[in-house]
């Protein structure tokens, strides 16, 4: 969850029981709304959330895992750049060869977007 751009409030999650395909919901807390964005990574859930400013992108990481009660179809994590501008995405890609869980955490100096794997720091 972030606290993002616009005064929105973006959040990502996992399905529900039985399901695939998690998504990101936004919350509008001046109009009180929300939307909600499913399936933007095919049968992957939304597990990390940062802001890229100069971009005015999200970027978002999944994981393989899909609802309680469900296996994983895919084999590896994806990022994904964001944008709630243009309702949708812009990249996709499978930066995390192997891995099924990526973990995007910021946005930080020289406009770097930082990220973790395996508990490794590395930079985007």
Known sequence: MIAGPHGKIYVGGYPDYGLRGGAISVYD???????????????QSIVS?????????????SSVRGGTGTRAIEKEAKLILWSQKRNGRLLRSSLFQGESHPFPC???????????????????
Do not use: C, M
């Not at 959330?49 to 990481?61: F, K, N, T």
């Open 29 to 43: 807390l001046k109009r009180v709304e929300k939307r909600t964005y499913r399936h933007l990574i095919q049968n």
């Open 49 to 61: 959330l940062a802001y890229i400013p100069h971009l005015d992108l999200i970027v978002a990481g």
């Open 106 to 124: 910021g946005h930080g100096r020289r406009n770097r977007l930082w990220s973790y794997r395996s508990w490794e720091g590395f930079l985007l």
